[in-house]
């Protein structure tokens, strides 16, 4: 069974940046659409940006023009740059495939005031 497992997050100040990363265990990222979403406390999870096989990128108004998504394709991995984070940016975020697979334990990004 295809695992995913999300690395990076952390605790942050406002106006400083993380790199989260995701990872699968078998080689599906390559031909798939692969999106990162995010979960505050209290909230629904919601989605946050796109990447396409071509690397063609789609975001969320709440992340254009701070956060980048990107893929490796070598390594099957697939990284969220986030800069001037805000604390609203607090939450879980997860990675996952579109259609998608068995959700990963996430990685919890804290970013204080």
């Known amino acids: 069974q295809v695992q995913l497992v999300e690395s990076g997050g952390g605790l942050v100040q406002s106006g400083g940046s993380l790199r989260l990363s995701c990872a699968a265990s078998?080689?599906?990222?390559?031909?798939?659409?692969v999106a990162w979403f995010r979960q505050a406390p209290g909230n629904r999870r919601e989605w946050v940006a796109t990447i396409r096989s071509s690397s063609t990128t789609f975001y969320a108004d709440s992340a254009k023009g701070r956060f980048t998504i990107s893929r490796d394709n070598a390594k099957d991995t697939v990284y969220l740059q986030m800069n001037s984070l805000k604390p609203e940016d607090t939450a879980v975020y997860y990675c996952?495939?579109?259609?998608?697979?068995?959700w990963g334990q996430g990685t919890q990004v804290t970013v204080s005031s």
């Open positions: 996952n495939t579109i259609p998608e697979r068995p």
């Open positions: 078998g080689n599906i990222f390559g031909n798939n659409v």
